[in-house]
Each structure stands twice: as structure tokens, then as C-alpha cells.
């Protein structure tokens, strides 16, 4: 089993979302988060008074996946996370050991 | 010889048999009084008789030790999953200890009989302590019944040791039941319409009905119930009716103690008409619900009558608190609103003085319009009062025609929602807007929101009169938004319209809506301009936050195309309002802090894609032929040639900003220029005026004009200057008069005109008039401090350079810069003026010579306004 974490962008969250559903990947975990990587914020002027985004506004998608899906649903991300611009985003992937149910105590795969 | 206890295995069975029998009969239809009285006698019935047989098994006699039946189960309703509220009440300490093994034993056999058991201990010196962690505990005694056991111990109890105590503690059990009544109702968003309300706890629910029913008895409230309160009464004991069949058949169809009325169960309740059927149900025209929606528009007009009931005694008891300033205001306004008046406001509470009067829905009408001006709630018996004369034959209405004029006194004060509440409550929303009567008690099912369409509606009023004083981060960006916008009524009015489309049989909730918007824009005779304002707010009250969640709003094609959705920095400030208003009213969490902050950079963005394209996106009349055409429409005899070399070059803003019937009258002075060069108009809109001329252009003419006005002591709040391709200058400026010299003297506003022409021409000196007003408007020093800030932008313009000035406001301030900006030889191309409170935000669209300026020469112009502004 891996642990998928991927940074995206807002806006492509709606057609990831689809994409993977598409898949067959139903159950995931959605974060609104702040951050930056290399893309920079930037400041913004409002009536006289300055407002600094440093930390741009980005969606962490998390699932726990079996092995066998996991090179489709990196594959199916990025094809539809991608805009070719700074800022799209990361994908992280990190092995897991166990997985339990907490209804029914299942574990392993089963219990994804 | 101690006899044997009933074996379970006897006991058993019969109690499943009775229980099993009970639900049967409320199934085929016997009423939830009926059933939960069986109910309570079954228990009663097994606790009698266990509590008999662990005496006898135990040899023990029933003095000292007796059992009490508390809250819902004292009062006899005792649904089929509730807990057994039992207190165990001993003689003294003795007797407690002694008692012990007895009460395990008891316990355990009502358990293994499926009775689920809440019991507490006390001896009767326990019973006359008050708990003051433990109100629950005092309440719940208010409805002891005797169970079994040492009846003297009981009557010594209930007579003679609880009513003293009770009497002592009443201050504290008000006050404690005040406390967590509230508490209660605003873990429920203080609100009925609920899509999945809970029968029991929420706001409406039977809890609503208790609370009032102990703050009655608290208060020892003996009177007989007259007139409409016994009315009342009648109401709400029909409403228990509804919502304990309600809740019986929750129990049943969970299996356990949920009072949660899902979607499920809405529909299998509709389906076997739960309450409808025997008439406490019924609806008002004795139609029998046909949907699920129908059918949950019986339980809000139920739950409605039990909230409105618990809020008038709320009320009754406790007074809003306020704070020293707030009873003062109070004082002062209710003495001055006294004489004479049909209302006024007592103890934070607008209260009817003359009730009669009220049946002039003009007078009702400025009730509400006083309510929503000084955010005063208008109190339940005032509201109770009102109904009365609402409904009553012989005080037929008068003015029942409430125009539009009455209506946005309302709709565009600082807090709309003091007065909508309530006369959406009185039935006078809908008299006035019936399309809201649409979305009535209405669910839609949905998984995010967490309210019925009709209360959703209402609370994005509330949130954005809240952004007065913003009860968190959210609102904070959103505050100015609000103080600063214009025609809030058209927007409040977007808001009460932008969902009544789901209400109706249409695939497009917004399409119906603006169906609906047709209808009521005609009633109240909106002005087209009014109407498509609120026509735009509804048919895009989407739009912003589908460009937040679904584009990238730091790419810079996101927003030109969505400033070119919106049109003008006015309708944005108001689409961003609407927008951040309907978030939040979906669920309390819906609007996240990170959701308020794209929203926010959208509309920073937007708001500065606006003022840096001004003069980019310039008019090819030609290629405008609908609204040419609209605008001949509005200019008789005007030729088509004609409007478009006047507008050839004008900023697209000016088409934004500007109604057709305003551009025929500009292009009306336009004509007239051959025989006066300089051409102005004069309207006025509540204290403030707009000052609109036209001319060729000549130097330094922006700051003529700002120094005319200031040496008139008027005070210039906002601005525009465009030109067009042959030179002409449109000016508007809106200003306000400070000293209401052009109000109180009418025959002033001829005079000033002159004078204004007269200085444009070059036939009068400016100066003299500047003169006598420079020393006085000096001398005020300003309430909040702004820092001077003076930018440059030479990338957002083809043609110019943008100058942005944000500096602390005060009369006098444009004719400075202008004079400033002449005096270096700078032109003027595009001028965007507007304020803030004491700040000046200024834009201006600069040229030297026809090409941008030079860095020496904003270095220059820089050193000067610095020096000039501070």
C-alpha cells in the first residue's frame, strides 16, 4: 500500500476529482492549504493599503491506495492537474505499513 | 418468609407483548398522547412491581427510601426509546447506605427489561441544596411524580422541603434555564429551518415548548391564559401533538433515542401523512401535504409556533442587556420617538405605543424602516400586537400598496435583517414580495446546505450586516465593502430574490428567479436601470465563486475576463458582497478562511484590473449598434453620426456607468456647446449632489472645477473625467454639501452654476472664492490619520502613466493635486476619484506632450504632491 499526497492547483481540483473518479478512486481526503514551493507570492496593492501573498492558496489531496492502482492514479493526476506553469503543484508517495477498518477492525487492502 | 420475585422470563415476554401491542396501535393510528401515556404506564406498572418484589426478596420495608419520576417521564410523556428519569430519595444517610444492594438489583431487572435507566440519589436535606453546577437537576424536579416506595417521604418532600427551596432558588433556576435555553438554541444556529431538524433539541422543537412552560413556572405565572395568549396556548399544545407523533415515529424507525427527522424519514412521514390526517396537522386551507416539501411546510409552521411562543417568554423575563452608551441612546431616542408617536423604543426593544395605528401599513412600514436604521429588534409583543391587527376584520388595512420608495428605506438601511425578520414572520415579506412566499419552509436537498431556501435567503442579509462589526476573521477584507457600497437595496433586494427560482418547476433555479425578478421589478416599479442592477446580481450570483473554486485567479486572463463579465468596480463591490454572503449562509462552516481570502484576491484583483484599463479599453461607437440604438431611443431627434462622434474615445467605463436615458441627456448638453462652451447639469439624490460638465478641453480644467467646488465648501466624494476622440471633457464629480448651502437656499444653485461657468471661462479668478473657505476647513483636525501614498504605473497603460494617490481627505484636496498635476504640465486623460471614510483614493491617467512621463518628471511630481499632501 501508498500513501498518495499531491499539492494542486484550486482550479484543477474539480477535474482531478472527475478524473479519479472515473477510475474508480472514490475515497480521498481534501485539505484547503497555503504554501509556496518555487512559484512566489507576490503583493498586491488595495486603496493605499498592501496585501502580501506569500503563501499561495493550494488543495492537498490524500488516499491510501493498493500498490497495483498506484502508477494509474499518479498518471491520471498529473494529466489532469498539469497547466505547464509554475505552481501546478507535487506528487509525494510514501509506503505504508497497515491500514485497519475501525467498524470492523479489517486490515490491510481490505481495509482501504 | 420472603415471597419470590416474578421471574424475567414471565416479565419479559410481557413487556415486549405491551410494547410490541403500543406500537401497533400508534401505527393504525392512535394519537402520540395516547401512546406515550401507555407507555408510561407500562413503566410504571414494572417499576411497582420490581420495586415490590426486590423489597420482598431483600425483606426489606419501603420507609425511608421512595422513587420519583422526573422530567419527560414525571409529566407522563415517556417516548418508546427516552431514558427513565428516576430519582431515589432517602429518609437520610442511613437509609441510602442501607439501600444500596436493593437499588442495584432493581436497576439491573428494569435494564435486562429493556427500560434504559437515568437515576440519581439524594436525601431529602440533598433535595433542598441547590446545585449550582447541576440546573438540569433542579428542572427535571419541577415535573416529580411519585413512583413507589415511602409516600410520607414524598409528601414531606413535595410539600414541604421543595417549594421553600424552589421559592429561594428562583433567581438562579431563571437564570440558569435562561442561560442554557440560549446556549441550546444557538448550538442550532438559532433557527428553525433546519433541512434534517431535530425534533427534540433544536430551536421549534418540544424542548422550545418545556423551556417555556418551566420559565412560566419559575416565575410563578398563575395568570389565566385571555384572548390571544389562550389562542396561543391552543396553538402550541396542537404543535406537541405534531412533533411527539413526530418523534414516536422516529423512535420507532431508528430503533433508538434519534430524533433526527432525515430525509428518509421526511419522506416515509409524508407518505403516511403523520399528522396530517387528524387535524392537528392540517394545513390552514385543510389540504393534505402531497411531497415531502409540503408535508415538512406543517412541521415548520408547528415548530414555528413553538419557537415564537418560548422567544416571548424569553423576552418577557429577560431583558436585552445593554451597554451604558446603548441606554442612553436609547433613552434619548425613545424620548425624543415618545410624544405623539405610535412606537418607541424600551429597554432595547422597539414596543407599540398606539396599536390601531399600525393598521396604516405606511406606519408599520416606518416601524420596520426604524428597526432596520438603528438595528433595534422590534419586541415579540410588539410582533404579537401587529399579528393581531394583521388579521383582524374590523381595522382594515390602509396603504396596503407599499411602493418602492417605503420598501428600500428598508431594503438599503445598515441592517435590513432587524426588519425582515419579523415581517417575514407576520406574513408582511411575502404581502409585499410575494415571490418569496415561493420558497416558504422550502427543502431542497442538498448535501452543503443546512437550511430551508427561505431561511438561507435571510441569513446573507444578516451576515453582511454583521460585517458592521465582523464576529471574526472572515469578514474583516469584507467590512469596507460594505459600508462603502452603493445602492444596497437593489443588492439586499437580489438577495431576498436569488433563490426563489427554486421554488419553482424549472430546470435553472436562476432562471426562475429572474422570472420571479419580472414580476416584482414591475410591482414595485423599479426603474430599468434598478432592474437590471438586480438582474445582473442574480443572474451571476454564481459566477464569483465558480471563477474562485474552478479558474486561476492569479492569471491575469482569469480576470480580464471576469472584470469583462462584471462590467464596473460598483457591481463588483456588490457581486463580491453577494457572493461572500451566500457562502456563508450555506453552513456555518461553509465559508472557510481560506475560501474568504480567494474570494477577497479576486476581487482586489478585479477591483485593479478596473482602475489600471481604463483608458485601454476605449469606445468604437460603430461597433456599439444595440446601444446606440437604445440611446436614440431615449435623445429624440438625435442622429446616429451624431452620438457616435460624441462618443468615439470615451473610456468603456463611461457605457458602464452610465444609463442610456444619462448618455441622451449628456449628448443633449453636448449639442448645446456651440452656443455656451461650458455646459453643466445639477441633480441631487438625498443630501449629495452630482455635478456633471462638459467642455473642450483646456489646461488645468480638472483642478478648476475641484478648487470651484471647494471655494463652494462642498466636499467631493467621488469622480470621474473622461475625454473623448475629439477632445471633449466629461466631467462628474459627486459631492456633498457640507454647509446645505445649495438646500437651504435654493436660489444659490443658479448662482453657482454661473459661478462655475464663469471660472471654466476664464471670465472670474478662482482664487477669491478659495480664499475665504482655506482657513476655516484647516482647522479641523482629521479622526483618523492617513498616510500619504503616491505610486506610479507606467506598464498597465499604453498610452499613460497611472498615478495612484491615497492621502487623508479634506476639502480642497483635488484642486491641490489637480493644480499640482497642471502646474508640471501633465494632462489629464482619465481621472478616477473616489473615498473612503477620511481616505482619498485617487487614479489618475497621465500624459505629457501625448506620450507617458518621463521617470524625472514623476520623480518631480512625486517631491511635490509629497510636499503638497504631507
Known amino acids: 500500500m501508498m500513501k498518495l499526497e499531491a499539492i494542486i492547483q484550486p482550479s484543477r481540483f474539480e477535474s482531478v476529482k472527475d478524473a479519479l473518479r472515473e477510475i474508480g478512486i472514490e475515497g480521498m481526503t481534501v485539505t484547503e492549504v497555503r504554501g509556496h514551493g518555487r512559484q512566489k507570492g507576490h503583493t498586491e496593492v488595495y486603496r493605499g493599503r498592501e496585501y502580501t501573498v506569500d503563501l499561495l492558496p493550494k488543495i492537498k489531496l490524500e488516499m491510501v491506495l493498493p500498490d497495483a492502482v498506484v502508477n494509474t492514479v499518479v498518471e491520471t493526476i498529473l494529466k489532469t492537474a498539469k497547466t505547464g506553469k509554475i505552481g501546478d503543484g507535487k506528487i509525494f508517495l510514501s509506503r505504508v505499513e497497515e491500514a485497519i477498518r475501525i467498524r470492523n477492525e479489517e486490515r490491510g487492502e481490505n481495509a482501504l | ?184 438554541l444557538a448550538r442550532y444556529g438559532n433557527t428553525i429551518y433546519h433541512l434534517e431538524p431535530n425534533v427534540k433539541e433544536a430551536p421549534g422543537g418540544l424542548r422550545d415548548y418545556q423551556a417555556g412552560t418551566w420559565l412560566r413556572r419559575i416565575v410563578d405565572d398563575k395568570k389565566e391564559l385571555r384572548g390571544a395568549a389562550a389562542a396561543e396556548e391552543e396553538l402550541a399544545a396542537n404543535a406537541v401533538d405534531f412533533l411527539s407523533a413526530i418523534r414516536c415515529f422516529l423512535h420507532y424507525s431508528n430503533g433508538r433515542n434519534d430524533n433526527t427527522l432525515t430525509y428518509e424519514l421526511q419522506t416515509a412521514a409524508s407518505e403516511r401523512l403523520l399528522g396530517a390526517e387528524n387535524g392537528t396537522g392540517g394545513s390552514r386551507t385543510g389540504d393534505i401535504p402531497r411531497s415531502a416539501a409540503e408535508w415538512m411546510r406543517l412541521y415548520f409552521r408547528h415548530a414555528r409556533t413553538l419557537n415564537r411562543q418560548l422567544l416571548r417568554y424569553l423576552e418577557q423575563k429577560a431583558p436585552v442587556p445593554q451597554s451604558l452608551k446603548q441606554r442612553l441612546l436609547s433613552a434619548a431616542r425613545g424620548a425624543r420617538l415618545d410624544a405623539g408617536k405610535t412606537f418607541a423604543i424600551r429597554d432595547g426593544l422597539l414596543e407599540v405605543l398606539d396599536l390601531p395605528a399600525l393598521s396604516d401599513r405606511a406606519v408599520t412600514f416606518s416601524l420596520f424602516a426604524e428597526a432596520a436604521r ?290 441622451a441627456a449628456h449628448l443633449a448638453l453636448y449639442k448645446k456647446l456651440g452656443a455656451e462652451p461650458v455646459q453643466t447639469e445639477l441633480t441631487s439624490k438625498r443630501h449629495a449632489f452630482s455635478l456633471t460638465l462638459l467642455t473642450a478641453d483646456r489646461p488645468a480644467l480638472f483642478a478648476t472645477i475641484a478648487g470651484v467646488l471647494a471655494g463652494w465648501g462642498m466636499n467631493i466624494v467621488k469622480a470621474d473625467a473622461f475625454a473623448n476622440a475629439a477632445g471633449i471633457v466629461l466631467d462628474t464629480f459627486h459631492f456633498v454639501d457640507l454647509h446645505r448651502t445649495l438646500e437651504l437656499n435654493p436660489s444659490e444653485i443658479e448662482r453657482f452654476r454661473q459661478s462655475l461657468a464663469d471660472v471654466v471661462n476664464g ?7 478659495l480664499k475665504g473657505r482655506e482657513s476655516a476647513s484647516r482647522a479641523r483636525p482629521p479622526k483618523v490619520a492617513v498616510p500619504t501614498r503616491i505610486s506610479f504605473d507606467d506598464a498597465s497603460s499604453d498610452h499613460s502613466t497611472l498615478l495612484e494617490i491615497v492621502a487623508q481627505d479634506r476639502p480642497g484636496l483635488l484642486y491641490e493635486i489637480g493644480s499640482a498635476l497642471a502646474r508640471l504640465g501633465c494632462n489629464i486623460e482619465v481621472a478616477l476619484i473616489d473615498t473612503e471614510g477620511q481616505k482619498a483614493i485617487d487614479v489618475f491617467y497621465l500624459t505629457e506632450q501625448g506620450k507617458k512621463l518621463s521617470s524625472q518628471k514623476q520623480d518631480l511630481l512625486r517631491e511635490v504632491l509629497q510636499g503638497t499632501l504631507g
Open chain 2, 374 to 663: 438603528t438595528s433595534t429588534p422590534v419586541s415579540r409583543d410588539a410582533e404579537r400586537g401587529i399579528a393581531y391587527i394583521l388579521t383582524h376584520p374590523e381595522l382594515p388595512a390602509k396603504n396596503k400598496q407599499v411602493t418602492w420608495v417605503a420598501l428600500r428605506e428598508i431594503l438599503g438601511a445598515d441592517y435590513p435583517g432587524f426588519a425582515l425578520r419579523p415581517m417575514q414572520r407576520l406574513g408582511l415579506l411575502t404581502e409585499i414580495l410575494p415571490e418569496f412566499q415561493l420558497i416558504d419552509s422550502l427543502v431542497v436537498r442538498d448535501y452543503y446546505h443546512r437550511y430551508t431556501v427561505d431561511e438561507h435567503s435571510l441569513r446573507t442579509i444578516e451576515h453582511l450586516q454583521e460585517l458592521a462589526e465582523p464576529p471574526d476573521s472572515r469578514g474583516t477584507h469584507f467590512t469596507q465593502l460594505w459600508k462603502t457600497a452603493e445602492q444596497r437595496e437593489l443588492l439586499v433586494l437580489a438577495m431576498l430574490l436569488h433563490d426563489v427560482g427554486k421554488g419553482m418547476p424549472v430546470e435553472n433555479h436562476v432562471a426562475g428567479s429572474l422570472e420571479a425578478l419580472e414580476g416584482a421589478a414591475e410591482r414595485l416599479h423599479l426603474s430599468p436601470e434598478e432592474k437590471a442592477e438586480v438582474h445582473f446580481l442574480i443572474e451571476h450570483h454564481l459566477d464569483m465563486s465558480a471563477t474562485v473554486q474552478r479558474r486561476d485567479i492569479f492569471d491575469a486572463g482569469t480576470i480580464s475576463a471576469f472584470a469583462g463579465t462584471v462590467g464596473t468596480q460598483e457591481r463588483l463591490q456588490r457581486l463580491c458582497l453577494l457572493t461572500y454572503a451566500d457562502i456563508h449562509a450555506v453552513n456555518p462552516e461553509a465559508l472557510t478562511p481560506w475560501k474568504a481570502e480567494m474570494l477577497w484576491q479576486l476581487f482586489v484583483a478585479t477591483s485593479n484590473h478596473f482602475s489600471r484599463t481604463l483608458d485601454r479599453d476605449r469606445l468604437h461607437a460603430s461597433d456599439e449598434k444595440s446601444m446606440l440604438e437604445r440611446v436614440r431611443a431615449e435623445a429624440a431627434g438625435a442622429s446616429i453620426a451624431e452620438l457616435e462622434r460624441f462618443l468615439e474615445g470615451f473610456p468603456r467605463r463611461y457605457l458602464a456607468v452610465h444609463s442610456a436615458r444619462e448618455i
Open chain 2, 1 to 184: 418468609m420472603p415471597g419470590s420475585p416474578t421471574p424475567l422470563s414471565v416479565l419479559g415476554p410481557q413487556c415486549d407483548d405491551e410494547r410490541h401491542r403500543i406500537r401497533r396501535l400508534f401505527e393504525t393510528g392512535t394519537s402520540a398522547r395516547e401512546t406515550l401515556s401507555a407507555l408510561c404506564a407500562l413503566a410504571d406498572r414494572n417499576i411497582q412491581q420490581i420495586f415490590g418484589d426486590v423489597l420482598r426478596v431483600h425483606n426489606a420495608a419501603p420507609q425511608g427510601l421512595c422513587l420519583i419520576a422526573l422530567g419527560g417521564y414525571g409529566r407522563r410523556r415517556l417516548f418508546p426509546y427516552s431514558d427513565l428519569d428516576i430519582l431515589f430519595l432517602f429518609g437520610g444517610d442511613k437509609a441510602e447506605q442501607e439501600s444500596r444492594p436493593l437499588i442495584a438489583e432493581f436497576s439491573r431487572t428494569l435494564w435486562d427489561l429493556g427500560f434504559r435507566v437515568s437515576s440519581a440519589g439524594r436525601t431529602v436535606e440533598e433535595c433542598r441544596r441547590i446545585e449550582e453546577d447541576n440546573a438540569e437537576f433542579h428542572l427535571a424536579l419541577l415535573d416529580r411524580r411519585f413512583l413507589a416506595g415511602d409516600a410520607e417521604l414524598f409528601e414531606r418532600l413535595d410539600k414541604k422541603v421543595l417549594p421553600g427551596s424552589e421559592k429561594q432558588a428562583r433567581p438562579f433556576l431563571l437564570a440558569q434555564l435562561q442561560k442554557l435555553t440560549n446556549e441550546r
Open chain 2, 763 to 769: 471670465k472670474a479668478p478662482l482664487e477669491p472664492l
